[in-house]
């Protein structure tokens, strides 16, 4: 299978899908409570693209070029940007196209938290020191130069930054929201995770096993894989979540009066 024809059958397929329900619901103005709609969705996918793109190619040409990674030259175009080949580039869009999509198909149909939201500074805290204490130890572990460890270090150095960033803005926000974070981090990252089985098969891509920890699922799948599209679709909606609900808009709005000061 082409790298192309993966696009085509496991994104591609579900984001025209997904594009039609949206479609749908915004011809019955279904709503979306407690979240901006509309116009503000596809600004908000549109930040993610460009920030998914460009955050991204640094790390995604420094695996391919350091053999991490490596692609079939028969199943790709041959159109190489820096190390990567131009699909590569297109499965960040539309892997953040997919994941935008499902988030607000989702927001349509899951209900609000029953309680009330309460601002919670310690859940906030808590949250970003123990994901510092982990990008600490994973950040050692890369540069080590420990190889079985580099494509889950590497990966983890460069994810938990932005992540960071996402918990000392919203930590509480996105525990209050947390059904709706949950559903949108697992359904996708499941099913990009199994999809991957079908590439892998068919040597459309390949992975280093001297530069893995060499733990597989269904005996072909990497631990490393499954991080990756799990950790990217915990930014896309972690981000999607505070842009957009009304809780992270009137922290914003307060953090704003007060002239960009201290944390949110």
Do not use: C
């Not at 994104?11 to 749908?24: D, Q, R």
């Not at 997919?98 to 938290?113: A, H, K, T, V």
């Not at 310690?122 to 460890?149: G, Q």
């Amino acid at each position: 299978m082409t790298y192309f024809g993966f696009l085509l059958r496991f994104l591609v397929i579900p984001i025209l899908i997904f594009l039609i329900i949206t479609y749908v619901d915004n011809k019955k103005n279904k709503p979306t409570i407690g979240f901006a709609n509309g116009r503000a969705v596809w600004i908000a996918i549109l930040v993610h693209i460009i920030l998914a793109v460009t955050y991204t190619t640094p790390w995604d040409n420094y695996l391919v070029a350091t053999g991490v990674w490596f692609y079939n030259p028969d199943l790709v175009t041959g159109i190489i940007l820096g190390y990567v080949p131009i699909e590569e580039y297109t499965f960040f869009v539309l892997e953040t196209l997919l994941g935008g999509l499902w988030f607000w198909f989702l927001i349509r149909r899951l209900s609000l938290p029953q309680t009330d939201f309460t601002p919670n500074k310690k859940i906030v805290y808590t949250s970003t020191f123990l994901l510092i204490i982990t990008w600490i130890i994973f950040t050692y572990l890369f540069f080590s130069d420990n190889k079985p460890l580099t494509y889950l270090s590497i990966t983890l150095f460069w994810a938990l930054p932005p992540i960071l960033l996402q918990f000392l803005y919203g930590a509480d926000i996105l525990w209050h929201h947390r059904k709706l974070v949950f559903w949108s981090i697992f359904v996708p990252g499941t099913y990009l995770s199994l999809m991957d089985i079908v590439a892998l098969s068919d040597t459309t891509w390949s992975i280093a096993k001297d530069q893995t920890t060499g733990i597989l699922f269904f005996g072909i799948l990497p631990l490393e894989e499954v991080v990756f599209f799990f950790i990217t679709n915990v930014l896309i909606t972690f981000g999607m979540t505070l842009l957009l609900s009304d809780i992270g808009r009137k922290r914003f709005s307060d953090w704003k009066a007060k002239g960009y000061k201290g944390l949110p």
